[in-house]
């Protein structure tokens, strides 16, 4: 029984976190589309293999809602989750061809 309850607390702590990034994301400013400088730091950190650079240039691409790009942002942060550089360093190259 105390292992159940235990389970149940996690779970009740966990829906309290989903909840609060929910209403943090809903309170971020909007942007129209990703910062280009941004989105190039955070290319020139995958071809280097910089952690801490990327998870830098992530926290400020997160830090806004995006009108168009949303579904980039979160499919960047997904490889970069998964320390998919290569494949980061491929869609920013094809991206920022596109912008320019």
Not at 22 to 39: F, G, H, M, S, V
């Amino acid at each position: 029984n105390e292992a159940f309850l235990e389970k149940v607390r996690r779970v009740i702590a966990d829906l309290g976190k989903m909840l609060a990034d929910i209403d943090a994301a809903q309170q971020r400013e909007t942007k129209p589309a990703p910062d280009a400088d941004t989105l190039a730091a955070l290319l020139e950190a995958a071809r280097t293999f910089d952690v801490d650079a990327a998870d830098e240039a992530m926290a400020a691409l997160e830090s806004y809602r995006y009108e168009c790009g949303e579904e980039l942002v979160a499919w960047l942060r997904e490889e970069l989750n998964h320390a998919g550089f290569a494949k980061i360093v491929g869609k920013l190259e094809q991206e920022l061809k596109e912008i320019a």
